[in-house]
C-alpha cells in the first residue's frame, strides 16, 4: 500500500484551522499539526490544539515556541493594549493583528514540509468575514507561493508544497457548516482572544463565531451557551 500524501497544516486550536485540517484528512492526506506558542495572551489556544489533533487523528502535532511578544505591535501579544470588543467595524486592519505572524509560520512550515517530505501547506486563513490582516489575503499568498518555489531545495526541484487555504474566501456561517459536517468538534476549538480559561463572547472573535454557530442552529456552542 502507498503512504499517504503529506500536508504541515497550521494549527492554531481554532474553527478555522481545525475545518482546514479536517478538509485535509477527509482528502486522505496524511497531516501533521504545527501549532505556535508565540507570547499570545490566549495560550488556551493551545491546549485546544493538542485535544483537536487527537480528535481528527493527526499523525503528529509539533508545537514550538517563536516568542512574538518580545517586541509586541498587537493587543495579542502586549497586555498594556485593550482587545477590540465594540464589534465588528468596517475598514483598516484592527488591533489584533501581529506585525509578520503569518510570514513566520508559514517560513516555519515550509521548513518542517521539506523536512517530512509534505506537500502541501494548510492554512486556516480567512479574509472575508473580520480581520483585514494583510497576511490572510489571496495576493498574500500567491506571491508566498512564489517565493516557496525559490527558497528551498524541493522548490528549485519543482516539488515546492502547496500553500492550499481553502477558507480564504468563505464567509464564517459556511465554516461553521463544513466544520459540523467534517465532524469537527466545534465544542473544543477555542477563538476568544482572552486570556481565561472560557470564552469571554465579547472580543469580536467570540461574536464572530458565536453568531455564525447560532445561524448554522447550533446556540448550545456559543459562548453564552457552553
Not at 518580545?70 to 502586549?78: E, K, N, P, Q
Request: include cysteine.
Amino acid at each position: 500500500m502507498l503512504d499517504k500524501p503529506k500536508a504541515i497544516a497550521l494549527f492554531s486550536g481554532g474553527l478555522d484551522s481545525a475545518t482546514a485540517a479536517a478538509l485535509a484528512c477527509e482528502e486522505g492526506l496524511s497531516v501533521i499539526g504545527l501549532s505556535f506558542d508565540y507570547g499570545q495572551r490566549h495560550r488556551r489556544e493551545l491546549k485546544a490544539a493538542a485535544e483537536l489533533a487527537n480528535a481528527l487523528e493527526l499523525v503528529e502535532h509539533v508545537t514550538i515556541s517563536v516568542d512574538l511578544s518580545a517586541w509586541g505591535g498587537s493587543s495579542l501579544t502586549d497586555l498594556k493594549q485593550s482587545l477590540p470588543a465594540e464589534g465588528v467595524l468596517g475598514g483598516g486592519i484592527p488591533s489584533t493583528y501581529v506585525p509578520g505572524r503569518n510570514t513566520v509560520f508559514i517560513a516555519l512550515a515550509l521548513s518542517l514540509a521539506e523536512a517530512r517530505g509534505a506537500e502541501r501547506i494548510i492554512l486556516g486563513f480567512n479574509a472575508v468575514d473580520y480581520s483585514g490582516y494583510p497576511d490572510c489575503r489571496p495576493d498574500y499568498l500567491k506571491a508566498y507561493q512564489e517565493l516557496a518555489q525559490l527558497a528551498s531545495k524541493a522548490g528549485r526541484e519543482g516539488r515546492a508544497p502547496l500553500l492550499w487555504a481553502p477558507l480564504v474566501q468563505w464567509n464564517k456561517a459556511r465554516i461553521v457548516q463544513e466544520a459540523l459536517r467534517l465532524g469537527v468538534p466545534t465544542e473544543r476549538t477555542w477563538s476568544c482572544y482572552a486570556g481565561g480559561d472560557h470564552p469571554c463572547g465579547v472580543c469580536d472573535s467570540c461574536r464572530i463565531r458565536d453568531e455564525a454557530l447560532r445561524e448554522a442552529g447550533r446556540p448550545d456552542l456559543t459562548s453564552s451557551g457552553t
